[in-house]
């Protein structure tokens, strides 16, 4: 039963463009998510975040919508940059007595060329 | 801050052998989360410490795999006997807290890739 999707398992673009990431999930009692970056031979970093009663949470060139009633987030890396590539993963934490657990999607391989 | 500590990097070892997996969370996080992450696939939950209790192990094969964490601070993940599917990254990753308000941010280490011949 995977809680947490990542239907693209990779995204192609060209510099300076913008790259889209999607991500759905299943479970209503997730009460936040996050985005991670991960580079080969490295662990995952954290991006941005975003609680589920927000719809929109921004920091520099990387924007997080969510809409709960598709259950549904999207991160949007704009301008894209070669450094931007690497495989991002979506995150939902449980709340509740989960203790704060973490499921995470598959991933998403973004390679953006010069 | 120094980050989370892991080793070794890599492991090479033949089907049923055993091996232990090492981690140093950041100093002053109580929550230490050991995933697994298989080729091609998002990180797994294997089991959770808050201190050093287990507050979550639902997807630890109990079998084959165990985990301790001594006095609250560093962990070992063990796993004996090995099989062919154990092949993976293991990702050590700590918080300051599981539960508290906010998005739970982890911190992770680089990981060790585990291959079974």
């Known amino acids: 039963d995977q809680q947490v999707k990542q239907n693209s398992p990779s995204l192609s673009v060209q510099e300076g463009r913008i790259s889209i990431l999607n991500c759905d999930y299943t479970?209503?009692?997730?009460?936040?998510f996050l985005w991670y970056k991960k580079y080969p031979a490295e662990g995952p970093t954290f991006l941005i975040s975003?609680?589920?009663?927000?719809d929109k949470n921004e920091d520099g060139r990387f924007t997080v919508f969510l809409n709960k009633s598709a259950k549904h987030l999207s991160l949007h890396i704009v301008p894209s940059q070669p450094g931007d590539s690497a495989v991002y993963f979506c995150?939902?934490?449980?709340?509740?007595?989960?203790?704060?657990?973490?499921?995470f999607g598959q991933g998403t391989i973004l390679t953006v060329h010069p | 801050e120094a980050g989370v500590a892991q080793s070794p990097r890599y492991k090479i070892i033949e089907k049923r052998q055993s091996v232990a997996f090492w981690c140093n969370p950041i100093s002053g996080h109580a929550t230490l989360y050991w995933y697994q992450q298989i080729l091609g696939q998002g990180p797994k939950l294997l089991i959770q410490f808050q201190n050093n209790g287990v507050v979550d192990d639902s997807q630890l094969p109990k079998d084959r795999f165990s985990a301790e964490r001594l006095k609250g601070v560093d962990s070992t993940l063990k796993i004996q006997p090995a099989k062919l599917e154990d092949s993976a990254v293991y990702l050590c990753?700590?918080?300051?807290?599981?539960?508290?308000?906010?998005?739970?941010?982890?911190?992770f280490g680089a990981g060790s890739r585990l291959t079974v011949l």
């Open positions: 975003i609680s589920s009663i927000k």
């Open positions: 990753a700590s918080s300051l807290q599981g539960w508290v308000s906010g998005a739970n941010v982890l911190t």
């Open positions: 479970n209503s009692m997730f009460d936040y």
């Open positions: 995150a939902a934490r449980s709340g509740g007595t989960s203790y704060g657990k973490l499921t």
